[in-house]
């Protein structure tokens, strides 16, 4: 990657996508990103407007639709949702150099996720996130820096986030190595204001974001419920606790360590307020939900080690069954 100015860009100009720009840009990073539609005109009309705990932002960015126009970068962020990959990442092509660091900021098990290992599992591929490896054959994978994002914001509207809660995101390579170009993009994230982390452990980050995630984002399309209510209240809490202890026991059959107990998990999810989980709000905007990438890969990977996650799968086919009953935006 090259020494400052880095050329840096964005694909992706959701909730995630828009608050990393308009921090990189408070910093004073320039940064292209990647758009389309109304999310195209608005941000070319009034950039982003980001409202989290350092205040109010905005943030103008050199926005497109169009991969040639913006060109090679030396750091790509993904930050789309897992269902557009198949269809996005072959299109990224114009903006990936031999040199260029691609950093997914995606939800899920990552279609790279058996990449960099040994053993039994080495350079798998998750079919349910990556089937017949099409997107493992439309990147080089030794360009991919793994990444796993706690940041919890929504959209008010195009290029509108509003977030509540702190910023985390956690870096590490696929091969567990440190390196220099994981620092540069570790410290250039920190200078933006957002908490970043280096790991030589990425995928004990990663089981930490997906048990979060898997036990809560399929329920919250089931029952409407925030993450206060999902943690909080004791008739949902029986089901998430059983998603938890099957997830829990999974992420162990890999060797993942995980830093926290059942009781503090929970406590902290309800102390996490009146959220709406991402896949919540996808399903009220009729988008496609996340349940691949979320819940289906997970019980790919159970399997794998002869784990059965019951609960986890009657969840996914309610929550599949509810999606596929929400109008289309």
């Known amino acids: 990657m090259a020494t400052s100015p880095y050329r840096v860009c964005i694909a992706g100009a959701g909730a995630i996508g828009c608050t990393l720009a308009a921090r990189l840009v408070a910093s004073g990073q320039a940064v292209s990103l990647l758009a389309r539609g109304q999310t195209l005109s608005a941000l070319r009309d009034n950039g982003i407007l980001l409202s989290d705990l350092d205040g109010e932002h905005c943030a103008q960015v050199n926005v497109s639709d169009d991969c040639n126009a913006l060109g090679e970068q030396?750091?790509?962020?993904?930050?789309?949702?897992?269902?557009?990959?198949?269809?996005?990442?072959?299109?990224?092509?114009?903006?990936?150099?031999?040199?260029?660091?691609?950093?997914?900021?995606?939800?899920?098990?990552?279609?790279?996720?058996?990449?960099?290992?040994?053993?039994?599992?080495?350079?798998?591929?998750?079919?349910?996130?990556?089937?017949?490896g099409v997107l493992s054959a439309a990147l080089n994978l030794q360009q991919v820096l793994g990444c796993v994002v706690f940041i919890t914001a929504e959209t008010a509207g195009p290029g509108v986030v509003r977030s509540?809660?702190?910023?985390?995101?956690?870096?590490?390579?696929?091969?567990?190595?440190?390196?220099?170009?994981?620092?540069?993009?570790?410290?250039?994230?920190?200078?933006?204001?957002?908490?970043?982390?280096s790991t030589d452990r990425i995928r004990d980050q990663l089981w930490t974001k997906i048990i979060a995630n898997l036990t809560s984002n399929p329920l919250s399309v089931i029952t409407g419920a925030t993450l206060e209510q999902l943690y909080g209240k004791g008739e949902l809490k029986q089901v998430v606790a059983k998603i938890l202890q099957e997830t829990l026991l999974t992420a162990a059959a890999y060797g993942a360590r995980i830093n926290f107990d059942p009781q503090t998990f929970m406590e902290l999810g309800a102390g996490m307020g009146p959220v709406r989980t991402s896949m919540l709000q996808d399903y009220e905007q009729g988008r496609p939900l996340e349940l691949a990438a979320i819940g289906d890969a997970v019980l790919e990977l159970a399997s794998y080690q002869g784990l059965a996650m019951p609960t986890t799968q009657d969840i996914l086919t309610l929550a599949r069954f509810r999606g596929a009953q929400a109008p289309a935006h």
């Open 164 to 197: 509540n809660n702190p910023h985390l995101m956690i870096l590490g390579e696929p091969n567990n190595q440190m390196s220099e170009r994981l620092e540069r993009v570790r410290a250039l994230i920190e200078r933006a204001g957002i908490e970043a982390r």
């Open 74 to 132: 030396d750091l790509l962020f993904i930050c789309t949702k897992a269902p557009a990959l198949a269809g996005l990442l072959p299109t990224l092509a114009p903006l990936i150099g031999a040199d260029t660091v691609v950093v997914p900021v995606v939800n899920g098990v990552p279609w790279w996720y058996f990449h960099g290992i040994e053993g039994r599992f080495a350079e798998r591929h998750v079919e349910a996130v990556d089937p017949d």
